[in-house]
């Protein structure tokens, strides 16, 4: 199992344990705000388990039916995790909100104690997975990661909103529901973020230009490429895709282009670490040599 695989999965164990928790105490301790935060933490689960899956199929081989691979599902899972958190983000605060002003038994002392696990917890797997997601580039456990610091940011909200009612039940009377309330608004846009972030890469976006800027270094440095007209990524999963146009002399035999083109899809592979493949497109310098040949040879190694 990959690290991104077992983060993922030992997020699930405690998130799940910190969910049913939570919801039992803020039952037992009459806390809609520690309820509200058990619910979300419930769809973390989830949302763990989309992560798992998705790293899990990305890690497939590509084979005939998909020549880049299958690191989309790892895309795909980190998509779901958005939609789930703003979905269940905005079943948290319609619940609070329908709460609001209704009377209720007074609220516990010992609901703060789950709360402050849980921003424990949730921040060391939010640290670890940030760092992990990075280094792997994977856009699911970075939403994951998000998501857990989203938690931490619920859990506070929610830990002051059961203090102020605790201190004074009359003055904060409803402190706790809107608690909850803020809890479900933190998710939402949290969810909107994931969502927003990962569509982007569905639809193709390209890299930064200093990512570029690494890829057009590394082929300029093969003897015999006179210039990079043209180059494109896209993001396949945890690694990227390259289409690279470059420029030869025109004089040059097909061989010779060939292997300078096999050479610089080895030499971006191996230098740019986050490149999985290059396809590697050959042209004609202009105004080099006697004639310039307008028709574009391809090859790809």
């Known amino acids: 199992m990959q690290a991104g695989q077992r983060i993922a999965a030992a997020g699930m164990a405690i998130t799940g ?3 049913l928790v939570k919801i039992f105490t803020g039952l037992a301790g009459h806390s809609t705000a520690v309820v509200a935060d058990g619910m979300e933490s419930a769809g973390d689960v989830f949302s763990s388990g989309m992560v798992l899956l998705g790293l899990t199929v990305s890690f497939k081989p590509a084979d005939q039916n998909h020549p880049y691979g299958h690191g989309r599902a790892e895309i795909l899972s980190g998509l779901l995790v958005g939609l789930v958190l703003a979905s269940a983000g905005a079943l948290i605060s319609y619940g609070s909100f329908l709460r609001l002003g209704q009377p209720h038994e007074p609220l516990r002392w010992f609901v703060i104690w789950p709360l402050v696990a849980s ?3 949730k921040s060391a797997l939010a640290t670890t997975k940030f760092q992990v997601g990075k280094r792997m580039r994977s856009a699911a456990l970075m939403g994951d990661a998000l998501h857990d610091t989203t938690d931490c940011l619920s859990a506070l909200t929610a830990l002051t909103a059961v203090a102020l009612t605790l201190a004074a039940p009359q003055r904060f009377f409803n402190a706790d529901r809107y608690g909850g309330l803020a809890v479900g608004i933190i998710v939402i846009v949290a969810g909107v973020r994931v969502t927003r972030e990962t569509m982007l890469q569905l639809m193709d976006t390209m890299p930064s230009d200093r990512m570029m800027a690494e890829i057009r270094a590394a082929a300029a ?6 210039g990079v007209e043209k180059c494109f990524a896209r993001k396949t999963g945890l690694s990227y895709h390259v289409d690279l146009h470059m420029e ?4 040059m035999t097909v061989r010779q282009s060939h292997d300078i083109a096999h050479e610089v899809r080895m030499r971006v592979v191996d230098q740019v670490e986050w490149v999985a493949d ?7 310098a202009p105004g080099v040599g006697a004639s310039v040949n307008p028709r574009e040879h391809q090859s790809r190694s």
């Open 278 to 284: 290059v396809l590697v497109h050959v042209e004609p």
């Open 17 to 19: 344990a910190l969910a």
């Open 221 to 226: 440095q093969v003897p015999g490429v006179l």
């Open 248 to 251: 030869v002399d025109p004089e």
């Open 119 to 121: 921003l424990v917890a």
